[in-house]
T-cell receptor, first 113, second 113 residues
Framework: EPEVTQTPSHQVTQMGQEVILRCVPI?????FYWYRQILGQKVEFLVS????????KSEIFDDQFSVERPDGSNFTLKIRSTKLEDSAMYFC???????????FGDGTRLSIL | GDSVTQMEGPVTLSEEAFLTINCTYT??????LFWYVQYPGEGLQLLLK?????DKGSNKGFEATYRKETTSFHLEKGSVQVSDSAVYFC????????????FGQGTTLQVKP
């Protein structure tokens, strides 16, 4: 069964550094999402992406965050200047249509030192 | 705004016991409802879904019925196994037209042999 894959599985970065998290969605999916889960808290929506543009973003998704789909297969989340509070598990998800169930990757654990 | 509330965990059961994990929601309109499961070290997997009132979602012995009158979507299983030990998330896809998911806080289930 097709899967959403995320790399790396664990990223350790110094505060203030830029980090890029990568995702390869399922190939025939058209809707893409990023979520995050701070340790011990609920999974929170960050951003949705469709037709090469952001369709919705949460208050968390401020100017430090950006997403792009550079080559038609990868879907990346960039954090420009990381803060301690960005430490979390980041999940990528994709779906064929917005009414279809989302398929999640295994996540990238981001640790900011 | 839309929200999901789950019962507090952890829930500890003996093998073959009956499971109920409560989930209630607040949403405008007619959301779709989901249960996702997260096994240790893995991403979120769709367990079951229901898209309209009185629908029953079922999978792997788990069931949940979309109750509009009580705004609930409780997860049940008649006889749990050790392999069911995981974190269970209730979620809705609601008033947003982008398909974003809003999650409950998750309930940890531990099944002992």
């Amino acid at each position: 069964e097709p899967e959403v894959t995320q790399t790396p599985s664990h990223q350790v970065t110094q505060m203030g550094q830029e980090v890029i998290l990568r995702c390869v969605p399922i190939s025939n999916h058209l809707y893409f999402y990023w979520y995050r889960q701070i340790l011990g808290q609920k999974v929170e929506f960050l951003v949705s992406f469709y037709n090469n543009e952001i369709s919705e973003k949460s208050e968390i998704f401020d100017d430090q965050f950006s997403v792009e789909r550079p080559d038609g297969s990868n879907f990346t989340l960039k954090i420009r200047s990381t803060k301690l509070e960005d430490s979390a598990m980041y999940f990528c998800a994709s779906s064929r249509d917005r009414d279809q169930p989302q398929h999640f990757g295994d996540g990238t654990r981001l640790s900011i030192l | 705004g839309d929200s999901v509330t789950q019962m507090e965990g952890p829930v500890t059961l003996s093998e073959e016991a009956f499971l109920t994990i409560n989930c209630t929601y607040t949403a405008t309109g007619y959301p779709s409802l989901f249960w996702y499961v997260q096994y240790p070290g893995e991403g979120l997997q769709l367990l079951l879904k229901a898209t309209k009132a009185d629908d029953k979602g079922s999978n792997k012995g788990f069931e949940a019925t979309y109750r509009k009158e009580t705004t609930s979507f409780h997860l049940e299983k008649g006889s749990v196994q050790v392999s069911d030990s995981a974190v269970y998330f209730c979620a809705l896809s609601g008033s947003s037209n982008t398909g974003k998911l809003i999650f409950g806080q998750g309930t940890t289930l531990q099944v002992k042999p």
